[in-house]
């Protein structure tokens, strides 16, 4: 069973009020949502739409298609008329006009009749988020009874949460003892930031907001080589500006993790929608050569894994760890009924700063931290630092999920894809004879890879993105070219109907 909703207005009209009361309802009915989020740059007014995906079993997209089209203004009806399916349906907000500040509940009380739910589980949802309850009661009431029941759905034993990309990064940095998070903001990074300040005292953490990406990463590398367990995190454009800072970690050796939440570029792009574009950056940002890891989770719970692994491995390996994430994963809400707080599963690190002190700097040094213009030493340092992928690449190999098989496993048909694409790309294989090697570390990048490859007969690549960057890297990591090539890089996610068609048609 899958049914999608689309919820549309204006900005500030209220549109993820509605989603998430309903949403929460779903989840405590026993049902998996997902919900993606569809906005413009803009505080008031334009067109915003969120579109809720419901289903029995887990699933991590959204289709293009609608049953139910929820209007809170008349340009969402001419926008998405046609995305409507045959006997789809059409609620709008004008029903409720006398409601108010209210209004939002009534449509969530439709939607909740709609589905054959018990009006008492809107009205324990609303008690939960309302402090005053009694007027939001009566409107949900009148939205309630305004319909009639079309999709009669009984309740679960599942017993799933909800979470995003966003809200995993904190969990997974706070499950790490994260001492210290620096950055300024920049969509779609923000709502980590935001995350991990909400309870800072209680969580022994600080975050700082610093005055530029510039003043960010400094800041942190100086915390970290102060002993703070420190993370900073920005997106594409404050990434480039961050750039020299790299450097001088790839050089000074001090742990640096960074989240990178990609959206369109080049330049300003569209800033609020999402794409797969900055692998390139993320893999060779900075001057000279040095190590540094890449990870790239699909979801919450991989988000919360990859994001301790990261930590971890800066400051095992002092190196350069980077989270590679995009706006429609941090900001894309998902249920699930895998713990959301998973400790890591290795012992984390606790710096203690030295009682000596200790010399760094920017320049190539000796073992007493000195400068240097040696050509042997110089060359020493080199092959010291870079000697660390193949360290690091088998302790990772030996510790940690590098890659992850979907589908069939004996399937002759091969999808490979990485990041925000791989929700998508499972829920669409569940109907088709074709397996998914989802790409979790980019750099270093697992070794059975080229034996998946080598093994299909036909090898499809999904990518955000309009040069297919996986492609490209694992074209160079192996010397294999995946020729068949599904690109998407509009600033938009693939839907799951669109997509299952693109690869129908390949295989």
Known sequence: M???????????????KVSQI????????????FNYRDYQSLIRGGHNFNTLSISDVQIESHEARADILIALDERTIKTHRQALKKNG?????????????NINISLAGALIKI??????????EIKSQFKEFDKAIISAKKGYDSQKIIHQLKKLNNKPSILSGSQAIAIGAKNSGLDLYIAYPMTPATNAMNELAKDQVENKLMVFQAENEIAAANM????SFAGAKTMTGTSGGGFDLMGETFSLQGISEIPLTVYLASRPGPGTG????????????????GHGEFPRVVVAPGNPTETIEKTSEALYLAEKFRTLSIILSDKHLAESEFSSVESSNKTPKFKIIRKIPGKN???????????FGNSTESYRLTTENA?????????????????????????????????????????VIKDVIKDLDAKFLQVLYMKPLSNRIKKELQEADNVILVECNLTGQLGRLIREKTGIKIENRLLKYNGRPFHTDELKNLIEGMI
């Open 2 to 16: 899958r049914l999608n909703i689309i919820i549309g207005g204006k900005a500030g009209q209220g549109i993820n």
């Open 22 to 33: 309903v949403s929460n309802v779903l989840v405590g009915y026993g049902y998996f949502t």
């Open 89 to 101: 349906l059409i609620i709008t907000a004008d029903e409720f006009k006398n409601e108010g500040r």
């Open 115 to 124: 589905f054959g739910i018990p009006l008492v589980e809107l009205e324990k």
């Open 220 to 223: 942190a590398l100086g915390a």
């Open 270 to 285: 569209v800033p609020t929608y999402t794409a797969q574009s900055d692998l390139n950056v993320a893999l060779r940002a």
């Open 357 to 367: 002190l200790v010399k760094n700097s920017s320049y190539e040094t000796d073992k």
């Open 383 to 423: 092959n010291r630092r870079l000697a660390k992928y193949a360290t690091l690449k088998d302790f990772i190999k030996d510790k940690f999920e590098m890659i992850k098989i979907h589908g069939n496993e004996k399937s002759k048909n091969l999808i490979v894809g990485w990041g925000s694409t791989s929700g």
